[in-house]
């Protein structure tokens, strides 16, 4: 009797074991790189490719074109420099002649090779004396027997030890002959036309296997526009989910209100202010809670944007928080509160650490009593247990870290406050769009006027007397400085300059004349708030700090900025360091003093010194670290791209993202019978992650 026929979906969930070419002992190895059944073969994308379209012989060589040659390896010497560096080379013994294949620092290369191995190599060679010389070329060894693949673009998949590339491809090409046919098409045939993607079952083969470059592009489009786009469309869902099930007071900023508003400043608001304010009326007008972003460099005004949605929040009778990560900030931001609200009618509280529980039970009551307008506070005590009467506007200053997602929960009973979110990290857009897409965002690129340029220097020790001098110079002028030491951990305590041995060193040498203070997240808040009223009255000269406590600290006067071991920060930390001095009337001078270990250490700080646009700093970040370091991938929650890279595709991203917006207001529940599929796919991989239950 035969059993019963296997559906499609079925089949493509054969188990590895069954596909030609593994045997028991792969199958193992393929679970290793999540493998486990036929179609995660096919969706196995390469990481990489290699080049074999122009293969040559040795007496043909042009140079500096991508090229391959095959040969036997014949010597292998690995030397190391004078500066702890190493270079390997590898002489190939070709059918017309010799090439030598050399790696700079990278001894481990060394383990890849043996003598008489056969090998493949790609790249683009050079004449070197009288012999061809390739550098980091792409190698691949070759079975005994195996013939020297010819004339196409081969596929490079991830691997791991045991399994050999040209198994893996052996795997994955039976597996296409077998299972393409059974695959299902996510898109309607109309869509494909109109947005010039190839089909599926055309692709799929294409990025394993490309006939040629352009094949491989629009194979390769075919993949991240899906993957973008599903992203997208869950996001663009999610948000209209939120809007139709949540209300928040709707508070329009009438021209009466903005006038009052207004007269407290005592500047003309820059162009990005007035742009994130007009933004922010037309959300907090609305009766949908507000959810945006407001990115700003440092020092680029965000508090007063955040002061004004506040302020429309109490004309409208309702109350606003403001809360911030650390203590300092708090205060800060409670300063800067004080001094533009002191006309104004507006009952303000500070829920801050170092409050009896007499005088914090009494601020309590009054916030729950709707006696108060305004609260600032830092996130831990505010979340804690108050309760608000009124509550309109919730403003989270993010300052460095990303949070974003862990919403804060404030207990009111009724309609949900405006969120407003800031951070002085420039986030590049692709990031927003993706990681954070279902936010809102508001830029300020301008800062405001009058602003004084800092100077950046990288030294070495060599420099210090130098530095010093100076940084005594500038002090008799007046000024005021920062030493900064990072924060280490205690086991490497002794590699790093310590905190107070920094201190110690200064206060009996290099600046012994002058008033030191020393402040660090072990102090308790009374201990912290007196050392920085003490700087910010001028009492105290140079603070010596860590990088932690100290952000959002605004004392125009200081212009002077020492960091130590540089290379232990990272580009965001360093540049918000840098607008610690960047606030007043003179200019700033930044020293770092670093001993770059790696070399994505050493292109940080140069990128760091190179430019004092945080938005261009930001990119650059992105793009020595990747997104998945810079939020932590953990952190947003959502799965990591399998073949969509957001530096370089950031065109497709862009169409991606508004084609999920036309399709989301078409077919917002995705219900028509053609979006099935797509509906589908979407739950199946964001659902959770984005928490969008059953769209339908
Ligand atoms: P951020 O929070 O974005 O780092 P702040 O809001 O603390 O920046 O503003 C930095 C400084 O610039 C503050 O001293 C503030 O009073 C001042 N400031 C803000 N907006 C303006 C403006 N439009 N014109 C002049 N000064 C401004
Ligand atoms: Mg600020």
Known sequence: ???????????????????????????????????????????????????LTDQREIDQLEEGRLQSVHGMVEEIELRSTGSGGSVLGVLVRCNTGHLRAIWFN??????????????????????????????????????????????KIFPVYPLTEGLQQWQLRKIVCGALETYTKLLDEVFPAEYLDSHQLWPLRRALPEIHFPSDHESLARARRRFVYQELFILQLALAIRRRQQH??????SLEATARIDARIRRLFPFEL????????????????????????????????????????????????????????????????????????SHSRVRRAQLIGGLTPKQRSVILGQIADGEIDVVVGTQAIIQDDVEFKKLALVVIDEQHKFGVRQRATLRQAGPDPHYLVMTATPIPRTVTMTLFGDLDVSTLRDMP?????????????????????FFRKKLGEGRQGYVVTPLVEESEQAAAASLDETYETLANGELEAFRLGLIHGRMDPAEKDAVMDDFRSGRIQVLVCTSVVEVGVDVPNATLMTIEDG??????????????ISRGKFPGFCCVFADPK?????????????????????ETDFKIRGPGDLFGTQQHGLPPFRIADLLRDQELLDEAHRDAQTLAAADPGLSQDQHAKLRHMMLARYGKALELGDVG
């Open 567 to 580: 290379q232990r920060f990272g580009l965001a930390q360093l540049h918000q360091l840098r607008g610690r």
């Open 449 to 469: 006027p009058g602003r004084q340029k800092v100077n950046t220097y990288l030294a070495g020790e060599d420099k210090r007397p130098r530095w010093w001098e």
């Open 598 to 618: 790696t070399e994505e250490a050493a292109e940080r700080l140069k990128a760091f010194t190179s430019t004092t646009d945080g938005f261009e700093l930001a």
């Open 270 to 341: 820059t162009a990005g202010q007035e742009q994130a304010i007009s933004e922010i009326a037309a959300d907090m007008g609305a009766p949908l809670p507000m959810n945006r972003l407001l990115q700003g460099d440092v020092g680029s005004g965000k508090t007063v944007v955040a002061v004004y949605a506040m302020l429309l929040a109490v004309a409208h009778g309702y109350q606003a928080v403001l809360m911030a990560p650390t203590e300092v900030l708090a205060r800060q931001h409670a300063l800067t509160l004080e001094e533009l609200l």
């Open 106 to 151: 990278q001894p481990f290369m060394r383990e890849k090779f043996s003598f008489g191995q056969r090998v493949m190599l790609s790249g683009k060679p050079r004449h070197e004396g009288l012999v061809w010389q390739m550098s980091h070329p792409r190698i691949e060894t070759l079975a005994e027997d195996e013939q020297a693949p010819a004339g």
């Open 1 to 51: 009797m035969d059993a019963p026929q296997k559906s499609p979906a079925e089949l493509l969930a054969t188990p590895v074991q069954f596909l030609q070419g593994v045997g028991p002992h792969r199958v193992e190895l393929l679970r290793r790189l999540g493998l486990f059944t036929a179609r995660d073969v096919l969706f196995c994308f390469p990481r990489d490719y290699q080049d």
């Open 244 to 249: 139709d099930q949540r209300q928040a007071p």
